[in-house]
Nanobody, 126 residues
């Protein structure tokens, strides 16, 4: 099993920045991709960004590609970071870390993923 723990959420004004972190523990070797989904009030969960274990593969949703970036640190526990810049009110959502099959992101199929964090709230005010 894999345990994922998120941190770094909070409230920010439009145009501001936040960094989310997700630390993985347990059987991380079996989960290639790791990244983030988000779910805004009244909307479906959507993929945001993900990165492969080697770092050679990344995914970012079109709506965030110019503003968000993803990186990782595998030196100790695998930790993935989501850097969110120029935040907009429409970025307000619960952001949840996940790990596993890249199709969860590329095909927008979160149901193929079986490792999830608890989720963390990001609020962007105008």
């Amino acid at each position: 099993q894999v345990q994922l723990a998120e941190s770094g959420g909070g409230s920010v004004q439009a145009g501001g920045s936040l960094r989310l972190s997700c630390v993985a523990s347990g059987d991380t070797a079996s989960r290639n991709y790791m990244g983030w989904f988000r779910q805004a009030p009244g909307k479906e969960r959507e993929p945001v960004a993900a990165i492969s274990k080697s770092g050679g593969g990344t995914y970012r949703a079109g709506s965030v590609k110019d503003r968000f970036s993803i990186s990782q640190d595998n030196s100790q526990q695998r930790t993935v970071y989501l850097y969110m810049n120029n935040l907009k009110p429409e970025d307000t959502a619960i952001y949840t870390c996940a790990a596993g099959d890249p199709r969860g992101w590329t095909d927008s199929r979160p149901q193929v993923l079986d490792a999830w964090g608890q989720g963390i709230l990001v609020t962007v005010s105008s």
